[in-house]
């Protein structure tokens, strides 16, 4: 099935430092999921975009749907170790399917 | 509200054997979808289910099959395993199929 162009597909960073990923699509998506998951266990829903140019915050995430309506972006903050992990976009068109990034690996060096 | 069950947690079969995966949505939902999640192929779509109707079905051969019942539990069967078939096994529910989705925490299905 078709998957969203996610990226960067890893990242090492500090402790404390802000991080971005995005995703892509060629499509046109009427909704954005964001989640993050922990080895072994199933994606955890983080932040719900539904219009166009929304910008929505979790605590230190934050989350926009593009404009364009092909991307939205994922940022976190001052991030901290438990924020390791692998996050996934995931994008809703016009129908009853959710298609999938390839998922970002975060690793956070204390 | 509890969240998203899944049965078992953890599975090993042998190949040819059938495996039968359960879903319990969140109270309320009505909206279940299974997917396939392995290294090599990320997540991947098997089907959706809404009222007891499925409603999509993504590229997967016919040993993967489904149900869902009147109070939105939902089965999904693996007949004539094959060794590919090793992954986690992650069940979602849904309000609605177009509404946000959250996920169980998967059953980790072992063919050797």
């Known amino acids: 099935g078709q998957q969203l162009n996610q990226s960067p597909q890893s990242m090492f960073i500090q402790e404390g430092e802000d991080v971005s990923m995005n995703c892509t699509s060629s499509?046109?998506?009427?909704?954005w999921l964001w989640y993050k998951q922990d080895p072994g266990e199933g994606p955890v829903l983080l932040i719900a975009l539904y219009k166009a140019g929304e910008l929505t915050s979790n605590g230190r995430l934050t989350a926009q749907f593009g404009i364009t309506r092909k991307d939205s972006f994922l940022n976190i903050s001052a991030s901290i170790p438990s924020d390791v992990g692998i996050y996934f976009c995931?994008?809703?068109?016009?129908?009853?399917?959710?298609?999938f990034g390839t998922g970002t690996s975060l690793t956070v060096i204390p | 509200k509890a969240g998203v069950t899944q049965t078992p947690r953890y599975l090993i079969k042998t190949r040819g054997q059938q495996v039968t995966l359960s879903c319990s949505p969140i109270s309320g939902h009505r909206s279940v979808s299974w997917y396939q999640q392995t290294p090599g192929q990320g997540l991947q779509f098997l089907f959706e289910?809404?009222?007891?109707?499925?409603?999509n079905k993504g590229n997967f051969p016919g040993r993967f099959s489904g149900r869902q019942f009147s109070n939105s539990r939902s089965e999904m069967n693996v007949s004539t395993l094959e060794l590919g078939d090793s992954a986690l096994y992650l069940c979602a529910s849904s309000l609605y199929a177009n509404t946000e989705a959250f996920f169980g925490q998967g059953t980790r299905l072992t063919v050797v």
């Open positions: 289910y809404f009222s007891e109707t499925q409603r």
């Open positions: 995931a994008g809703l068109p016009v129908g009853y399917q959710f298609y």
């Open positions: 499509s046109i998506f009427n909704t």
